[in-house]
């Protein structure tokens, strides 16, 4: 048998991404439709209100926040993601903190996020 209270520690400690993919495993594996359920394990143990409007959020701001060691990597990530020449690809990365997407859907956004981090950057979604 599980340990509930240990499960519901994991469960509220999500993040809306992962509460996101969480819904679509139990939709998709298990015909389960946990809608009710996913925006009620967004918010946070502490209550607020800020959790149910995030888990609503669709679109996120890509921020650069430095391009660690492996600058070179990074710049190429950033010119395959925005599509921009190398000039100003090496100039955003080289002012990081930066943003690099603007508005991107979740998909989008977590993509960039990824390939920022494989070449070794540090990223924040907004």
């Given at each position: 048998?599980a340990?509930?209270e240990?499960l519901a520690?994991?469960?509220?400690g999500l993040t809306?991404l992962e509460?996101?993919?969480?819904?679509?495993?139990?939709?998709e594996k298990y015909?389960?439709?946990?809608?009710?359920?996913?925006?009620?394990?967004?918010?946070?143990?502490?209550?607020g209100?800020a959790?149910?409007?995030?888990a609503?959020?669709?679109?996120?701001d890509?921020?650069?926040k430095d391009?660690?060691?492996q600058?070179?990597?990074?710049?190429?990530?950033?010119k395959?993601?925005?599509?921009?020449?190398l000039g100003?690809?090496?100039a955003?990365v080289?002012?990081a903190?930066?943003?690099?997407?603007?508005?991107?859907k979740?998909e989008?956004?977590?993509?960039?996020k990824?390939?920022?981090?494989e070449a070794g950057a540090t990223v924040?979604?907004?």
């Amino acid at each position: 048998m599980a340990n509930i209270e240990k499960l519901a520690e994991e469960l509220v400690g999500l993040t809306v991404l992962e509460v996101n993919e969480l819904s679509n495993t139990l939709k998709e594996k298990y015909g389960i439709e946990p809608a009710a359920a996913a925006v009620a394990v967004a918010a946070p143990a502490a209550g607020g209100e800020a959790a149910p409007a995030e888990a609503a959020k669709s679109e996120y701001d890509v921020i650069l926040k430095d391009p660690g060691t492996q600058k070179v990597a990074v710049i190429k990530a950033v010119k395959d993601i925005t599509n921009l020449g190398l000039g100003e690809a090496k100039a955003l990365v080289d002012g990081a903190p930066k943003t690099i997407l603007e508005k991107a859907k979740t998909e989008d956004a977590e993509e960039a996020k990824k390939k920022l981090e494989e070449a070794g950057a540090t990223v924040e979604l907004s």
